[in-house]
């Protein structure tokens, strides 16, 4: 059974980076999956920050790809999220879920999802 | 990219049979057939519930089904219960090679 736990800081100033981790557990992160970053504002949506296929590939959302890295490590098990120069706006639970098979798509559905992690972004 | 249309709110009796309307365009729900649907309980993480426009992943019971005429995607349940009280939400490809969510529907069971 799959499992993704995320971790890191619940508190970053603005202006500074954002670095979230993903656990995976019950599966290998080199499996033939697509990994993935999903985020919901307090009270709202969710929006798709990004996607990761285990040898590096790369897939991101335009409005944040300017300031947004999501990279595997395979030897950890895990991968991890960058956001820079955050605002009060990056304020949201972040999420890290398994994407689509590697024969799919990284622009597909997520399951499972990690339990979320809310990063507030505050001075 | 915008995001898909949803309903704010549905509501049904227990029983009886809803369905959540998604609405995206030619170059997102109209042209893919990677449209996914998420049921989201407060304080929880979403949970997948439909993929791949009508695919149901192990474990979610056959009174979730989906569909897709045109440019709208659809979500349906039967048999309503107490349990399905929740926030759903669609997704979608984009011919922008981006994943688009809709903005959530509140189901409320009478």
């Given amino acids: ?123 | 990219q915008s995001a898909l249309t949803q309903p704010a709110s549905v509501s049904g009796s227990p029983g009886q049979s809803i369905t959540i309307s998604c609405t995206g365009t030619s170059s997102d729900v109209g042209d893919y057939n990677f449209v996914s649907w998420y049921q989201q309980h407060p304080g929880k993480a979403p949970k997948l519930m439909i993929y791949d426009v009508t695919n149901r992943p192990s474990g979610v019971s056959n009174r979730f089904s989906g569909s897709k005429s045109g440019n709208t995607a659809s979500l349906t349940i039967s048999g309503l219960q107490a349990e399905d009280e929740a926030d759903y939400y669609c997704s979608s490809s984009t011919s922008s090679n981006t994943l688009i969510f809709g903005g959530g529907t509140k189901l409320t069971v009478l």
Avoid: M
């Fill in chain 1, 1 to 123: 059974q799959v499992q993704l736990q995320e971790s890191g800081p619940r508190l970053v100033k603005p202006s500074e980076t954002l670095s979230l981790n993903c656990i995976v557990s019950g599966s290998s992160i080199s499996d033939t999956y697509y990994w993935g970053w999903i985020r919901q504002p307090p009270g709202e949506g969710l929006e798709w920050i990004g996607t990761i296929y285990h040898l590096g590939y790369t897939y991101y959302n335009p409005s944040l790809k300017s300031r947004v890295a999501i990279s595997v490590d395979t030897s950890k098990n895990q991968f991890s999220l960058r956001l820079t120069s955050v605002t009060a706006a990056d304020t949201a639970v972040y999420y890290c879920a398994r994407g689509d098979r590697g024969s799919g798509s990284p622009y597909n559905w997520f399951d499972p999802w990690g339990q979320g992690t809310l990063l507030t972004v505050s001075s």
